[in-house]
C-alpha cells in the first residue's frame, strides 16, 4: 500500500449518500505534483492536510488515480497548507486574504504565534488589538473542537458534525463518547442512528448493549415519522430494528420494555408502538377537537341574509357548493372543506370574512408554510399569517420551541381559517388546537387528494375519514377556472385520465424525451434560454423544476448543479462557499429544510444568496418576508440547513405557488411515480406547465392511485370519542 501526504486543493466530485468524493491532492514532496484521490469519505474540505493510503489505478475515461483505502487528517506543515487550512473558513474571523497576510509575516510559527502569542498578531497590516483577540478567541475555542475532530475523523465524522458534537456537549464531549455514543442519534442535529453506531462499534461497544438496543428502537420510531407514521405495528417496528441491528427482532423486547417505562414510547395493544411525542399529540388533537364539537358555536342564526347581504357587496352569486360550504360554515362549530383547484375555496373563504365581519367577529387566517400564507394574503386581502406566527412562537435554549398562544392563553378570535391543511402535520395541529378554545369556529380548509404533510401523521385525511367533523367536498369546477388546462389536466390527472396535451394557446405543454441526459439538457434550456423571453418571466423568481426523485441524473442533486452552472456560474468576481458537497455563491437560488426558530426561517422557505464572506466563512441569504427581505446569515456548520433549489422534488414544493413549473416526467423515476405526486406538481403552477419526458411514464404515474399507508390513528380516535352526527 502507497501513501500520499498532501493538502485538500479542491473537492471535484461528491455523492452526499455514499461518501464517493473525488479531490485534488497537492502533494507535500518534493514535487509538489497534484494528483487525483477518490474513495469515499465522511466528508473532506479544501484545505485539509491528510495522509491518504491506497494505490494507482488507471480509470478508463479519467486516467491515473489514487483509490485511497484509509485517510488520516495531519497538522498543517507547510507555508501553503497553513494558509490553505486557515483560509478554508475553519477559523471564525480568517479568510484567504487574513490567512495570507498572516503566513507571510509568521510563516511556519504561524500557527503558534494564533495560540501563544496572540498579541503578535497586530503586526500584521489590517489586524488590530480587537480583531486579534475576536481570531485569538475564535482560535483557542477551536483546541478542543480539533482534538474532538481528529478523535472522530478516525470514525469518518466530518470536521463540521464534530463541531456540532462539540457544542452540544462542551468539554464533556469525550466523556459522553465514551459512555453512550448512542446519545449522539437523539441530542445532535444531522447525526442518526448508523454513524452513531459506527462509532459506538469502533470502539469497542458489544452489538447486544443495552444501548445500542435502545438507542435502534428510538432511531425507527424517529424514521418512521419522518416517512409519516406516527406509530408501528410491533411486528414491523422489531423487523426493521432487527435488520438495522444485524440481531433477530425478537431480542428488542426489552428495549421496548425500558423505553416504555422510561415513558420515551407508548406501547398501545390496538394499533402499536408510538414515540411519546406522537401518542400525545394525536390524543390530545381528538380530544379538543371533540371539545370544539360539543361546545358549538351557533353564533349565525342569520346565514341566508348574511350570504346574501355577501353576495351584494361583492357583486358575485354563489354556486351550489359553495353556497352550502358558506352555509354549513356558519352553523357548524368545525368544518373541513376541501377540494381541487378552481372548485371556489378562496371565493369561499372570502365570503365566510364577509359574513364574519358583518358579524363583528374578529377573524384569523394562518397557514403552514410562509408562502401559502402569503398566497392566503393575496388572495383574501386581509393579513394571514403562519400558524407558527399565529401562535407567537418563541425560542430558548433549554426548551427550544415555544407558543405563547396555548391552552393558558388561547387565541382571541371568535373564528379560524387554515389554509392548505394537507400540509399540517400532527405536531403543529397539536400545537394550533391547544390555542383554539372551545366556542371558537374552526374552518379547515385543504385539498386531500395532494400529498400528505412532510411531518407525521395524516391530519386532513383523518379528520375527514373520522365521519365525526362535517366536509363539504367540491367538485364543480368553475367555467373561468376550466379555461386554464392546468385546472382541467390537474382534475382530468386526479381522476386518471390523460391530460390534454399543447392544446391550442394551451398554458399546459409536454415535450417528448426518452433519453434522460437529454430531457436533462432540454430542462436547462427551457429554464435559461427559451421559456424567460417567452414568458417574459425571472428564471429564477418565476420558475421552479420539480422532480420526483433526489438522485438519478434527473433528480434533485443533478439538476440543481446543472441549472447553477447555467444560471450562475463560476466566475472570477463572485466569491464562492463550498460545503456539505455543494457549492454556494453569491446570487444563488437556495432553500431552508429545517425549521429554524432561532432564525426564524423554516423547511420549505426559498431565498437568494445575497453575499459569500470568505474571511468570516459565513453566507448570508435574503428570504422574501412581509416587513421587508429577512436576511439570514448561517456559519460553514450550519450551511447543511440550506439547499440550492434551482429544481426541488415534489414534497418540498407543497404549499408553494409558481408561475412557471417545469417537470421531468420519465421511466427513470419509476418507483415515484404516482398519481397523487403528479397532480401536486402540476397544481403549483400558476401561468404554466411543461412536462418533458414520455407518454409511457405519464401513463405509469395516471395509473398508479396506490396512496402510502401511513400508520396514524387520529380517525379513530376521533370515532371513539364522538359519535358521527345523526343524517340530516
Given at each position: 500500500?502507497?501513501?500520499l501526504?498532501?493538502v485538500?486543493?479542491?473537492?471535484t466530485?461528491r455523492?452526499?449518500e ?25 466528508s473532506l474540505?479544501?484545505?485539509e492536510?491528510?495522509r ?13 488515480q489514487?483509490k ?10 507547510t ?20 490567512a ?5 509575516k ?42 474532538v ?57 458489544p ?6 438496543a ?9 424514521a ?45 395493544g ?42 351584494a ?23 373541513v372543506?376541501?377540494g381541487?383547484p ?10 365566510l370574512?364577509?359574513?364574519f365581519?358583518r ?11 410562509g408562502?401559502a400564507?402569503?398566497?392566503m394574503?393575496e ?32 387565541l382571541?378570535?371568535d373564528?379560524v ?6 400540509m ?8 394550533l ?9 374552526l374552518?379547515l380548509?385543504?385539498?386531500?387528494d ?13 379528520i375527514i ?5 362535517p366536509?363539504?367536498?367540491l ?8 379555461d386554464?388546462?392546468?385546472v382541467a ?15 391550442k ?5 409536454f415535450?417528448?424525451?426518452a ?21 417574459n418571466v425571472?428564471?429564477l ?8 426523485m ?19 456560474p463560476?466566475a ?9 458537497g ?7 437560488k437556495v ?8 432564525k426564524?426561517v ?17 453566507v ?11 436576511r ?9 440547513e ?18 412557471v ?10 418507483v ?20 418533458v ?25 376521533l ?9 340530516a
Amino acid at each position: 500500500m502507497s501513501a500520499l501526504d498532501g493538502v485538500i486543493d479542491r473537492i471535484t466530485y461528491r455523492n452526499e449518500e455514499n461518501g464517493y468524493t473525488v479531490a485534488k491532492l497537492k502533494c507535500n514532496d518534493l514535487t509538489g505534483q497534484e494528483c487525483t484521490i477518490v474513495g469515499n469519505f465522511a466528508s473532506l474540505a479544501a484545505g485539509e492536510t491528510v495522509r491518504a493510503e491506497g494505490e494507482w489505478v488507471l480509470h478508463a475515461d479519467y486516467g491515473r488515480q489514487f483509490k485511497v483505502e484509509r485517510l488520516t487528517p495531519l497538522a498543517p506543515a507547510t507555508k501553503e497548507a497553513i494558509e490553505k487550512y486557515l483560509g478554508s473558513g475553519m477559523i471564525k474571523g480568517i479568510g484567504p486574504v487574513t490567512a495570507a497576510r498572516l503566513v507571510k509575516k509568521f510563516g511556519l510559527q504561524t500557527l503558534d504565534v494564533i495560540e501563544q502569542t496572540p498579541e503578535r498578531m497586530t503586526e500584521v497590516d489590517g489586524l488590530g488589538p480587537q480583531r486579534a483577540e475576536v481570531i485569538a478567541r475564535a482560535f483557542a475555542e477551536q483546541r478542543h473542537v480539533r482534538d474532538v475532530m481528529l478523535f472522530l475523523r478516525s470514525y469518518d465524522i466530518s470536521p463540521a458534525y464534530a463541531q456540532r458534537i462539540y457544542r452540544r456537549y462542551g468539554s464533556r464531549t469525550m466523556e459522553v463518547l465514551r459512555e453512550n455514543p448512542y446519545r449522539l442519534a437523539s441530542e445532535v442535529f444531522g447525526i442518526g442512528f448508523k454513524t452513531a453506531d459506527r462509532i459506538a462499534q469502533s470502539m469497542g461497544l458489544p452489538a447486544d448493549s443495552p444501548h445500542r438496543a435502545d438507542a435502534c428502537l428510538r432511531y425507527v420510531l424517529g424514521a418512521a415519522g419522518d416517512e409519516g407514521h406516527t406509530f408501528l405495528p410491533s411486528g414491523d417496528l422489531f423487523e426493521r430494528a432487527g435488520e438495522a441491528l444485524g440481531l433477530p427482532g425478537e431480542t428488542l423486547g426489552g428495549g421496548l420494555d425500558r423505553l416504555a417505562a422510561a415513558g420515551e414510547v407508548v406501547v398501545d395493544g390496538v394499533d402499536g408502538v408510538f414515540l411519546a411525542s406522537y401518542y400525545r399529540a394525536e390524543t390530545e388533537v381528538a380530544e379538543r377537537l371533540t371539545d370544539c364539537l360539543r361546545a358549538g358555536s351557533g353564533r349565525a342564526e342569520r346565514g341566508t341574509h348574511l350570504i346574501a347581504d355577501a353576495e351584494a357587496a361583492s357583486g358575485i352569486t354563489l354556486a351550489g357548493q359553495q353556497r352550502e360550504a358558506v352555509a354549513t360554515a356558519l352553523v357548524v362549530p368545525v368544518l373541513v372543506i376541501t377540494g381541487g383547484p378552481g372548485t371556489g375555496k378562496t371565493t369561499i373563504t372570502r365570503t365566510l370574512l364577509s359574513c364574519f365581519d358583518r358579524l363583528r367577529w374578529k377573524v384569523e387566517l394562518a397557514a403552514p408554510t410562509g408562502r401559502a400564507a402569503k398566497r392566503m394574503t393575496e388572495a383574501c386581502r386581509r393579513e394571514a399569517r403562519t400558524i407558527h406566527r399565529l401562535l407567537e412562537y418563541g425560542f430558548d435554549e433549554p426548551r427550544g420551541v415555544t407558543f405563547r398562544r396555548n391552552a393558558d392563553r388561547p387565541l382571541e378570535a371568535d373564528a379560524v381559517i387554515v389554509d392548505e391543511m394537507s400540509m399540517v402535520d400532527i405536531a403543529l395541529m397539536q400545537s394550533l388546537m391547544r390555542a383554539v378554545r372551545p366556542g371558537t369556529k374552526l374552518v379547515l380548509v385543504g385539498d386531500a387528494d395532494q400529498l400528505p404533510s412532510v411531518g407525521a401523521g395524516n391530519v386532513l385525511r383523518d379528520i375527514i375519514a373520522s365521519g365525526v367533523v362535517p366536509v363539504v367536498r367540491l367538485t364543480e369546477v368553475f367555467r373561468q377556472a376550466a379555461d386554464s388546462q392546468i385546472v382541467a389536466n390537474a382534475h382530468r390527472i386526479n381522476s386518471g385520465r390523460f391530460p390534454d396535451l399543447n392544446g391550442k394557446e394551451s398554458d399546459f405543454f409536454f415535450m417528448e424525451e426518452a433519453d434522460p441526459d437529454k430531457a436533462r439538457d432540454l430542462i436547462v434550456q427551457l429554464v435559461s434560454k427559451r421559456l424567460p423571453p417567452f414568458l417574459n418571466v425571472d428564471p429564477l423568481q418565476d420558475i421552479q423544476v420539480i422532480t420526483p426523485m433526489r438522485r438519478t441524473s434527473l433528480g434533485v442533486e443533478r439538476l440543481n448543479a446543472d441549472l447553477q452552472e447555467a444560471l450562475n456560474p463560476e466566475a472570477g468576481d463572485r466569491q464562492a462557499l463550498a460545503a456539505h458537497g455543494a457549492v454556494f455563491r453569491r446570487g444563488d437560488k437556495v432553500m431552508q429544510i429545517r425549521n429554524n426558530y432561532e432564525k426564524e426561517v423554516f423547511n420549505g422557505d426559498i431565498g437568494i444568496v445575497a453575499e459569500v464572506d470568505l474571511e468570516e466563512g459565513e453566507v448570508l441569504v435574503s428570504y422574501p418576508a412581509a416587513g421587508g427581505p429577512l436576511r439570514v446569515a448561517y456559519d460553514r456548520t450550519e450551511l447543511d440547513e440550506i439547499v440550492l433549489a434551482y429544481a426541488t422534488s415534489v414534497h418540498k414544493s407543497q404549499g408553494s405557488e409558481f408561475p412557471v413549473v417545469v417537470m421531468p416526467v420519465t421511466t427513470q423515476h419509476y418507483v415515484m411515480l404516482q398519481r397523487n405526486l403528479l397532480y401536486t406538481a402540476v397544481t403549483r403552477a400558476k401561468r404554466l406547465v411543461v412536462l418533458v419526458g414520455t407518454k409511457k411514464a405519464l401513463g405509469i404515474a395516471l395509473n398508479n392511485n396506490r396512496v402510502e399507508t401511513r400508520y396514524s390513528a387520529l380517525a379513530g380516535r376521533l370515532a371513539k370519542l364522538i359519535a358521527p352526527p345523526p343524517p340530516a
